[in-house]
């Protein structure tokens, strides 16, 4: 099994930080990824500086296989996410003929005046490709690995489905999720001498409070679905033995 | 006006990364810091692995006043947070007697048996001070700058009360907010010039779809009352002479 592509998220903006604006891309792109076989293995929230989004990009981008951007590539003065990923890579950024061309069709048909705010979308760095953005056409843009994508939760969507045509894929991580009414201190002995006899599957345990009291959903994730079938038929097994021991309510 | 105390938060665990879990506790933080007049700087998501929680510990903590984790905290065998914190740290771990005494005493209390996984819970950097949980008991802790919380929110958030208690506060920043019903390309250089006029106020522009189509609203955030007051002003007036000149539908 040849290794999965990797990926890493940097969300750029300000309004994250300051907990004005709860994420909801993230999870988006977390979702996507994992469907595609791409593992999504860091990412990073920065502010509205260029400095920092240059250091995180360049951290990013040397060590995974892709890294996907949102936010700061509007017409405002907050909106420098291009001018970063163009120093990042030393390269030039000016308006783009091919970004130009259609901004300004889109501003003819709608009726907006192209003004020199307006045209800063079209800045982006020499080697880009572009990304289509079918929601408000202002495009995204692919440098390298890297993927630079609106923050507008509609239009990054729009964007990753066109990003995620050029990615690489990898094996399918299947899951499975098995949720015990037990604490997980009684969870733990058992559930990690099943991990210890499957390597190949990822054993997490995520404890919540159910209705009848703290309860923990076991997710089994493996690129190998022979031994997430053995793992899964074990952690049932583990599951019903917590039953008929008392130590848990019940499982499903 | 001394500087404002600076804050990172680490995000700890595969579920967000793998897009099960949508994390609910980094808004949470932001939003705690920001009332406490503490900058949240930046904020990094990593799995759970252990040479990824101590390089992005180490980095972090090294950086900012304040570093704030949650997640990995439980008895499961995925739980290695308190580990990779004292091999940050260089310290030791161990169980550690004040922590054993409120597990045992708990666990008295509610009929649990204190097996070796509960007790993993226990585990404490040396030198660190525990953080009180009032919902399930186990602690959280404090080494040096690294306040280290649980992954479950309620418990996370009546950790972050706790540990608040400790924090130095800055002068609060006080933010204010103005919609726009307009395109951000006809905003951007009025409010540009507002900007660059006022230095000390942050603003920023966070456009969305509306019933009535694309708006923005702008958000400006300041320590000084007056710049804030007097930047505010200029806003509402750039908005009235858009709504005026046709290029706004209204604003609020």
Do not use: C
Request: hydrophobic share 45%; proline share 5%; charged share 25%.
């Amino acid at each position: 099994m040849s290794a999965a592509p990797t990926a890493a998220v940097l969300l750029i903006g300000d309004e994250i930080l300051s907990g004005r604006t709860k994420d909801k891309n993230l999870g988006f792109i977390a979702d996507y990824l994992t469907a595609l076989g791409i593992d999504l293995k860091e990412a990073r929230i920065v502010p509205d500086i260029e400095a920092e989004i240059v250091s995180a990009l360049n951290a990013l981008r040397a060590r995974y296989t892709y890294v996907f951007t949102t936010g700061g590539i509007g017409p405002t003065h907050d909106d420098i996410t291009a001018d970063a990923v163009a120093k990042a890579f030393g390269a030039p950024i000016d308006h783009d003929p091919r970004a130009l061309e259609i901004l300004l069709a889109w501003f003819r048909q709608i009726g907006r005046e192209p003004n020199e705010a307006r045209l800063r979308m079209a800045r982006i760095p020499q080697g880009a490709s572009l990304i289509e953005n079918s929601v408000s056409k202002a495009p995204g843009f692919q440098m390298g690995n890297v993927f630079v994508m609106a923050g507008i939760p509609k239009v990054m969507q729009a964007m990753m489905e066109e990003a995620g045509k050029r990615l690489s894929r990898g094996v399918p991580m299947h899951s499975i999720a098995v949720t015990v009414e037990a604490g997980e201190g009684d969870i733990a002995k058992p559930l990690k001498d099943i991990q210890d006899r499957y390597p190949a599957v990822i054993i997490g345990s995520y404890p919540f409070e159910g209705s009848r009291g703290f309860a923990a959903t076991l997710v089994l994730r493996s690129r190998d679905g022979e031994a997430l079938a053995a793992a899964e038929r074990e952690v049932k097994t583990m599951a019903e033995a917590l039953v008929a021991s008392g130590k848990a309510r019940g499982w499903s």
